[in-house]
């Protein structure tokens, strides 16, 4: 059951990254993570209810709630749907996955939570794989600057993802069930991605057909809600170090997926740079094993 949850959990997460570029493409990507967080809060608000859960939440959290919800949602989600348009999903999962590295720091700047040298190391060897990934592309920006724009995204998600993970820690700690929490904060996400769909005067309309509908009820409720009670299972079943392990796994399963369906070629230097990425992803969470696993955004 162990390894089963490990698989699945890590399979899901890291195929939603090609139905997030098919979905981004459909209609304004605030407007679709909009509709995604509406469905996904509403699935998580019925399961509380459901299970006699009270879903109030205290008015010392609320803000911190809100502020999970506008990062880890809403910055986090709306960035990496719009890097999916300009870049294959694969690589922008790749990046994405640096968000424990901003995790760690962030972390450390706002709860004082100590950096050790093997997550200092890991941060900078992930920073280093992202380097090699990312120059030949800054060497093109002449004529590649969507790509450019794209890594920018996506380094904007992991940011997002990886600041909105040390709040959920601190909202986490104050006792706020986990159902409850991501009811609230994929809401609060909701309404800040209609919010910048209004101000940018982004149509509303999306692609109505039957491929759409499916993709984002398996992102709004796969993704977002079994993936996360999955991932949560997996944290009581064998600790939350070893959960967070698969973590380092999405990035692989999103780059091959996208090396099947969206042609990305896998050269050296992203064979490299991506080795870089997820050692140092793994030196940071093995650094971390007593302190609470890393939530995994599932963009």
Same mark, same amino acid.
């Not at 459901?50 to 010392?60: E, L, Y």
């Not at 993802?161 to 996400?189: H, K």
């Given at each position: 059951?162990?390894?089963?949850?490990? #698989?699945?959990?890590?399979?899901?997460?890291?195929?939603?990254?090609?139905?997030?570029?098919?979905?981004?493409? /459909?209609?304004?990507?605030?407007?679709?993570?909009?509709?995604?967080?509406?469905?996904?809060?509403?699935?998580?608000?019925?399961?509380?209810?459901?299970?006699?859960?009270?879903?109030? &939440?205290?008015?010392?959290?609320?803000?911190?709630?809100?502020?999970?919800?506008? #990062?880890?949602?809403?910055? +986090?989600?709306?960035?990496? *749907?719009?890097?999916?348009?300009?870049?294959?999903?694969?690589?922008?999962?790749?990046?994405?996955?640096?968000?424990?590295?901003?995790?760690?720091?962030?972390?450390?700047?706002?709860?004082?939570?100590?950096?050790?040298?093997?997550?200092?190391?890991?941060?900078?060897?992930?920073?280093?794989?992202?380097?090699?990934?990312?120059?030949?592309?800054?060497?093109?920006?002449?004529?590649?600057?969507?790509?450019?724009? !794209?890594?920018?995204?996506?380094?904007?998600?992991?940011?997002?993802?990886?600041?909105?993970?040390?709040?959920?820690?601190?909202?986490?700690?104050?006792?706020?069930?986990?159902? &409850?929490?991501?009811?609230?904060?994929?809401?609060?996400?909701?309404?800040?991605?209609?919010?910048?769909? #209004?101000?940018?005067?982004?149509?509303?309309?999306?692609?109505?057909?039957?491929?759409?509908?499916?993709?984002?009820?398996?992102?709004?409720? @796969?993704?977002?809600?079994?993936?996360?009670?999955?991932?949560?299972?997996? @944290?009581?079943?064998?600790?939350?170090?070893?959960?967070? *392990?698969?973590?380092?796994?999405?990035?692989?399963?999103?780059?091959?997926?996208?090396?099947?369906?969206?042609?990305?070629?896998?050269?050296?230097?992203?064979?490299?740079?991506?080795?870089?990425?997820?050692? !140092?992803?793994?030196?940071?969470?093995? /650094?971390?094993? +007593?302190?609470?696993?890393?939530?995994?955004?599932?963009?």
């Amino acid at each position: 059951m162990h390894v089963f949850l490990f #698989l699945a959990t890590a399979t899901l997460w890291g195929s939603s990254a090609i139905v997030t570029a098919q979905q981004a493409n /459909a209609g304004a990507p605030e407007v679709s993570v909009a509709y995604r967080l509406v469905l996904a809060s509403l699935v998580m608000f019925g399961w509380s209810l459901a299970r006699g859960h009270g879903i109030a &939440v205290r008015k010392r959290d609320r803000f911190w709630v809100a502020l999970q919800g506008v #990062l880890f949602f809403g910055v +986090s989600f709306i960035s990496f *749907y719009h890097a999916t348009t300009l870049i294959p999903s694969g690589i922008a999962a790749l990046v994405l996955s640096t968000s424990s590295l901003f995790a760690a720091l962030a972390g450390w700047l706002f709860l004082s939570v100590p950096v050790t040298v093997r997550m200092l190391s890991g941060i900078c060897v992930g920073l280093v794989g992202l380097a090699v990934i990312a120059t030949p592309q800054f060497a093109l920006f002449s004529s590649q600057g969507e790509t450019v724009a !794209g890594l920018g995204l996506a380094l904007s998600a992991a940011a997002g993802t990886g600041c909105g993970t040390v709040v959920a820690m601190r909202n986490q700690r104050a006792g706020i069930p986990i159902a &409850v929490l991501m009811s609230w904060t994929a809401l609060c996400g909701a309404l800040f991605a209609f919010a910048l769909a #209004l101000i940018g005067e982004r149509s509303f309309a999306v692609e109505a057909s039957l491929a759409y509908v499916a993709g984002l009820a398996h992102l709004a409720v @796969v993704a977002s809600c079994i993936t996360f009670f999955m991932y949560f299972n997996l @944290v009581e079943r064998i600790g939350a170090a070893s959960a967070s *392990y698969t973590l380092a796994l999405v990035p692989v399963v999103a780059l091959v997926i996208s090396a099947l369906f969206e042609d990305l070629t896998i050269d050296a230097l992203v064979l490299s740079g991506g080795a870089a990425v997820l050692f !140092g992803n793994i030196l940071v969470l093995s /650094a971390g094993q +007593s302190r609470p696993a890393v939530v995994k955004s599932a963009a």
